[in-house]
């Protein structure tokens, strides 16, 4: 097919933490054998691209932030579209297609995409191909794969409704367009044999593919039935298989001399200034028999601006393993070289369409480091990933079983075995001992280490120079796809990180008998826009935090305490605090909250025990949402006649949405309305920022 009869559309992507730029490149990719040209940029290169002179079909793949929000690439954006001065007709020349990308287990599931998508409407924008909106919970794949199939149609008419506009002959388009599902079929074909082939180059196809399948037959035979990580069943392994295009690869790896400074932490963030600040505090809130272990750890700022409000969360800056991270090397060879500095450059030549340099990797630094420090080595490895793995495995069977795990037909595999087992890089090169991938290719495909975000539990005002925060240590247990158990990458270093303030030993003592380790932990702010008392003191306020969830409601209520001491002419509002935990015994955190319930700060304290068994003729609630339910009228009372705030913070999935419900059904039941009517009632709060939530899934 001639180039100049390819047709242009324009892809813009705006990402978070990369997925919405991977998709984009997929589609770019799959532009070309579709007799296609994706003109790709991010959504924040403004100056690359201009939506109101764009005559050709624009698709965007946008994701969404954990608070609902557009990723910071597209606020500028956001932004501009959103002038109020925009006539309705701004957009009405503009065809275009949007898949957006969120997690269900938050509220606002893809938000970012929807006020694109409903923002461009009302600027008389027309959609040439339906919205698609894919969930994270259950795995984008189920609605990305599908939308981009069905792209590929939907262009091929916008280009000839777009001919029959301009009144001219679609006949040249129409050629050049239906040649495309041949090309692709051919294209699909050729990876199908290309990735089954024999070492012997010069076997023919066709004998290649026969003898591969009987290779497979003679294996699954053998073995159970069932399937696993490393081994399939019917139908998946009698499948012909249609795998991603092959990633091109952009990175070229130097290795040089051992002299020299790696960089300081501070230069891997670009969100704001680090500080490096030592650790003065650790205490246990669990009994060692407790399910979850809960630690509180206390930073000394004192020393630096770093500021805070009650409600904010601030990032914790953590290292990989240091065991994972050397057995990485040693799997790859390349344990010599962990203490040499390398030079991570674009390859020359590189078809990957606006290869740059990593922004997360340092111009010089040894290759330890990043692989500490700069690369998510825990990530889940997306199917790309999976399939550039392929070309580095030489066992016939494990290359099969990769490419099954990155097929459309093996989508079920892949969500069962990598991305609900929680499957990492290490755990694939256990399991697929001949894959030997190469430096280069982990920098390609391993995402950025991102920092880890904690809900600030104390109060500036009531302990100034202190910072506290409040987190369970994480586990993974062993399961059949991931043999070893595994610790939190943060949490379960930072757990190692204060042994000795938890358990000093006569050596970690000072002269005072107290503990004198200096570790230090770099952090840098991440302030919360919403999640703060209110202003007006007067207005009172329910906060319902299970577990760790209880985390932000302690610096609520000691910078509450400390204005009500320094301000006794004020007039302040009822506090309420809902808390749940398994047992009372074992890990009720914070047994001092009596303490404001003491000296008024609390007005109301309501606690449950969901495990613990009860001898009452009325069983006591088990969760914080039938503790809720309980106090329904009161609770109606404070959001709908006193104009109060309602603050929810913990998990998502198993107890916030518990929480709304409870919400929903009080709001019904004291207003006498309909659920309908409740849960828009709710979400009037929500708007007005008086229904509060800080959750994670």
Known sequence: MCCDLKRRFLLLYATQKGQAKAIAEEIWQQAGAHGLEADMHCISEMDKY??????????????????????????????????????????????????????????????????????????????????????????????????????????????????????????????????????????????????????????????????????????????????????????????????????????????????????????????????????????????????????????????????????????????????EVEELLHILGLS?????????????????????????????????????????????????????????????????????????????????????????????????????????????????LQARSYSVSSSNLYQPGKLCFVFNIVEFPACPARPVSRKGVCTGWLAELVVPLLHPSKNTLDTKGESSSTEKISIFARPNNNFHLPADPSVPFVMVGPGTGISPFIGFLQHRQKLREEHADWEFGETWLVFGCRHQDRDYLFKQLRCFLENGTLTHLKVCFSRDSSTAEVAPPKYVQDVIRLYAKEIARVLLKERGYFYVCGDKKHMADGVSDAVVDILSMEMEADKLEAMKILAMLREAKRYLQDVWS
């Open 50 to 323: 201009n939506l109101e002179t764009e005559k050709d079909p624009v698709v965007i793949v946008i994701s969404t932030t954990g608070t609902g929000d557009p990723p910071d690439a597209a606020r500028k954006f956001v932004k501009k579209i959103q002038d109020t001065t925009l006539p309705p007709d701004h957009f009405a020349h503009l065809q275009y297609g949007l898949l957006g990308l969120g997690d269900s287990e938050y509220t606002f599931f893809c938000n970012g995409g929807k006020t694109v998508d409903r923002r461009l409407q009302e600027l008389g924008a027309q959609h040439f191909y339906d919205t698609g909106l894919a969930d994270d919970c259950v795995g984008l794949e189920l609605v990305v794969d599908p939308w981009i199939d069905g792209l590929w149609l939907a262009l091929k008419e916008a280009f000839l409704l777009q001919k029959e506009k301009e009144g001219m002959s679609s006949d040249a388009v129409s050629s050049s367009l239906s040649a495309a599902p041949h090309v692709g079929h051919e294209l699909n074909l050729s990876s199908e044999v290309q990735n089954l082939k024999l070492e012997d180059e010069r076997v023919r196809s066709s004998d290649v593919l026969t003898q591969k399948l009987v290779d497979i037959h003679l294996v699954a035979s053998t073995r159970d039935t069932e399937p696993s990580l490393v081994h399939s069943v019917p139908p998946v392994s009698q499948s012909a298989l249609s795998i991603p295009a092959l990633p091109p690869e952009y990175i070229e790896v130097q290795f040089q001399d051992t002299h020299g400074k790696n960089p300081h932490l501070s230069s891997l963030i670009s969100e704001g200034t680090a500080f490096e600040v030592p650790v003065t505090k650790a205490v246990q809130l669990t009994r060692e028999d407790a399910i979850k272990t809960a630690l509180l750890l206390e930073l000394d700022i004192a020393d630096t601006v770093f500021d805070y409000q009650p409600g904010d969360a601030f990032c914790v800056l953590c290292p990989n393993n240091v065991n």
């Open 336 to 448: 010599e070289k962990g203490d040499y500095f390398i030079c991570v450059k674009v390859k020359e030549g590189t078809k990957k369409k606006g290869a740059a340099h990593p922004q997360h990797i340092p111009e010089r630094s040894t290759l330890k480091f990043i692989l500490t420090w700069c690369l998510e080595i825990r990530a889940i490895p997306k199917k790309a990933f999976l399939r550039a793995l392929v070309e580095c495995t030489s066992d016939v069977g494990e290359k099969r079983r990769l490419q099954e795990l990155c097929s459309r037909q093996g989508a079920s595999d892949y969500t069962r075995f990598i991305r609900d087992s929680n499957v990492c890089l290490l755990d694939l090169l256990h399991a697929f001992p001949s894959c030997k991938p190469s430096l280069n290719l982990l920098i390609e495909h391993l995402p950025k």
